[in-house]
C-alpha cells in the first residue's frame, strides 16, 4: 500500500480512539498479527510490575500481596516476586482472580476476610484494581491510609476510580500503530517487541494526598 509504513507525522495525525484501541490492540491486532506470523508487539510486563513494586517499597511497604491470575508464567507475578526477593522480604500473599472488576472484588473480598495483614497490594490490572477497591471499601478498609494499591494498564476508568489509581501506563497508541505497521508489511521472521509502561502516580498508592 502506497505510504506505508506510516511517517510520524502522518501517524500521528491518525483519528485514533483510544479505549478502541485498546481492545483492538490487545485483540484484535496482535491476534491476527500471530496469524499471518508477523511480528509481534505487548508491553514489557516483568518490567513493569518491577516499577510498581520499586514505588510501592519506596513508600515502606514491607509485605506487598499479589493480586492476579496467578501462575509460574506470569511475568507480572515473577516481577512482584522477584521484586521483593531482591528487597530481602518474602513473597506476600497471592489471592488469585481474573482480569475483570469481578476477579478483583473477589480477590479484594478474600483479602479482607483473611489474616495475612499486607498493607499494599499490586494488582495485575486496573479492572482488577476497581474491583479491589470496592471490596476494601465495603469491608472499611481505607485507601492508602491502611491499604495502598498500585495496578497495570493505564486504562481511562483507573483515574476516575476512587480514591485514583496509580499503574502502569501501556503506550498504547505507538502499540497500535506499530502493530498496523507490522500487518501490512509483515517481517520476514517472526519476533517480539516490548514496550515499557510509564508509571502513572495518582493517590491510591499514598501520593499526592
Known sequence: M???????????????????????????LISEMRRLRADTIGPDLYAGARTAMEHLLWHGHKKIAFVGEAGPNDLRERGWRDALADAGLPAGPIFAGDYTREGGYAAGRALAASDSDPTAIFASSDQQGVGVLRALHE????????????????????????????????????????????????????????YKAQLIVRQSCGCGR
Do not use: C, H
Not at 483515574?159 to 507490522?182: C, K, N
Open 139 to 194: 469491608a472499611g478498609v481505607a485507601v492508602p491510609e491502611k491499604m495502598a494499591i498500585v495496578s497495570f494498564d493505564g486504562s481511562p476508568e483507573s483515574e476516575y476510580s476512587w480514591p485514583a489509581l496509580t499503574t502502569l501506563e501501556q503506550p498504547v497508541r505507538t502499540m497500535a500503530l506499530d502493530a498496523i505497521d507490522r500487518l501490512i508489511n509483515p517481517a520476514a521472521a517472526t519476533s517480539f517487541t516490548m
Open 2 to 28: 502506497p505510504g506505508w509504513p506510516l511517517d510520524s507525522r502522518r501517524r500521528e495525525s491518525l483519528p485514533i480512539n483510544l479505549p478502541l484501541l485498546r481492545v483492538l490492540d490487545s485483540l484484535s
